[in-house]
């Protein structure tokens, strides 16, 4: 009985969520792209219309056999350093706006297991993480309630000539992150 209590409480909140965003930002649009979905809307309109760039999907298979086969590679080697096919594909297909934070994070991974991280340290690092793509979402979400309800897209004050604070606050939250992944 609980379980579909929750299915249809997701069902109504999730609607009414999509409904807000597409109101406030259009989904698909490039304030609030869907890059996934683009992708397999792609494909999918390319497979039942026939017009599948082909020569892109064989070399996208070719470019895959030959990340497996370094991968491969470097595991009999017994490196450190290996290739996964999957990350690489994402990091063909994701815009760099998402590619970038995604990269820092590895770096920041690497270099606190470099200074002797702990794995708790790294679970810590992982939830913060996350905590901080959840609390990402959920601003998107409150940020675009005004919106939906007023119509106007234009409602946030101006802030022009406090464009530094953007790049500051992320250097700030990446040194963060850091200090406490290589918290002892």
Request: charged share 10%; hydrophobic share 55%.
């Amino acid at each position: 009985m609980m379980q579909i209590v929750c299915v249809l409480s997701a069902a109504v909140v999730l609607g009414l969520v999509l409904d807000i965003l597409h109101t406030a930002y259009e989904i698909g649009s490039p304030t609030l792209s869907a890059p996934q979905a683009t992708l397999m809307k792609s494909v999918a309109d390319g497979v039942f219309t026939g017009n599948l760039p082909w020569a892109f999907v064989y070399m996208g298979a070719l470019i895959a056999v030959i990340i497996i086969l370094i991968d491969i590679r470097q595991e009999k080697r017994g490196s450190d350093f290996r290739v996964p096919v999957l990350a690489v594909a994402v990091g063909i297909y994701l815009p760099i706006t998402l590619t970038v934070p995604i990269f820092i994070g590895g770096m920041i991974n690497h270099l606190g297991k470099k200074a002797g991280a702990s794995k708790t340290a790294e679970k810590k690092g992982l939830l913060l993480a996350s905590g901080l793509i959840t609390g990402e979402a959920l601003m998107g979400i409150f940020v675009a309630v005004p919106i939906f309800l007023s119509g106007n897209k234009n409602w946030w004050p101006n802030f022009s000539g406090f464009e530094f604070l953007g790049p500051l606050a992320f250097v700030a939250v990446i040194y963060w992150i850091y200090k406490s992944v290589t918290k002892k």
